[in-house]
């Protein structure tokens, strides 16, 4: 299996500023990191991954970073919007055919 | 994009009673997964499923059974429903042993009385 844990699980920023989340696990066979956005009462939605054969990967004002040594990955969003507002999960995947999900971040983008 | 779908939206219960959430994708994935969402855990994954006549138990199974009787259908049963299974339940579809992202249905909201 695999086991993630997110932080903070809770964040607030002045739009504009970035915004980080990290995530951490504990299976060295892990190698498929996604992330996902959620916005209220819909479902989750990819917004970017990273494999293991990367250390970073942006996409429209989005950054992953993976230290695979330190079994670590965080995303960073760039020059926030309130339309970021939302939840955020991390997840990660030994074999491609199972996510094992961290417990999530409440982003809150402030005017 | 990829089509998963649930039924019912939106469910209410009583304790000891049976629930069945069922869950359709017209992406012709192999895998397909049931998970539940709740304040402060993220998504947990209760069942998942390989393919026609698989099922295979994630982290939480204990309180649910699954069934995959198509490639096109994954059904969540909750034999004797009980207030802690009160929690909204998300189905997804992914393709087999592939770099793929799942693919999450719209949810279901269940309440156990």
């Known amino acids: 299996g695999e086991q993630v844990e997110q932080l903070p699980s809770i964040l607030r920023v002045q739009e504009g500023s970035s915004a980080s989340i990290n995530c951490t696990y504990e299976?060295?066979?892990?190698?498929?990191f996604p992330w996902y956005k959620q916005e209220p009462g819909e479902n989750p939605k990819l917004i970017i991954d990273?494999?293991?054969?990367?250390e970073r990967k942006q996409t429209q004002g989005l950054i992953v970073l993976l230290d695979k040594k330190a079994k670590r990955f965080s995303l960073h969003i760039t020059d926030t919007q309130p339309g970021d507002s939302a939840m955020y999960f991390c997840?990660?995947?030994?074999?491609?055919?199972?996510?094992?999900f961290g417990s999530g971040t409440k982003l809150t983008v402030e005017p | 994009e990829a089509a998963v779908t649930q039924s019912p939206r939106n469910k209410v219960a009583v304790t000891g009673g049976k629930v069945t959430l069922s869950c359709n994708q017209t992406n012709n994935h192999n895998n397909m997964y049931w998970y539940r969402q709740d304040t402060g855990h993220g998504l947990r994954l209760i069942h998942y499923?390989?393919?026609?006549?698989?099922?295979e138990k994630g982290d939480i199974p204990d309180g649910y059974k699954a069934s995959r009787p198509s490639q096109e259908n994954f059904s969540l049963i909750l034999e004797l429903a009980t207030p802690s299974q009160t929690s909204v339940y998300f189905c997804?579809?992914?393709?087999?042993?592939?770099?793929?992202?799942?693919?999450f249905g719209p949810g279901t909201r269940l309440l156990v009385l």
């Open positions: 299976n060295s066979a892990s190698n498929y």
């Open positions: 990273i494999r293991s054969n990367m």
């Open positions: 997804a579809s992914g393709e087999r042993d592939s770099q793929d992202t799942q693919y």
């Open positions: 499923s390989y393919g026609a006549g698989s099922t």
């Open positions: 997840a990660a995947s030994p074999n491609y055919n199972v996510l094992y």
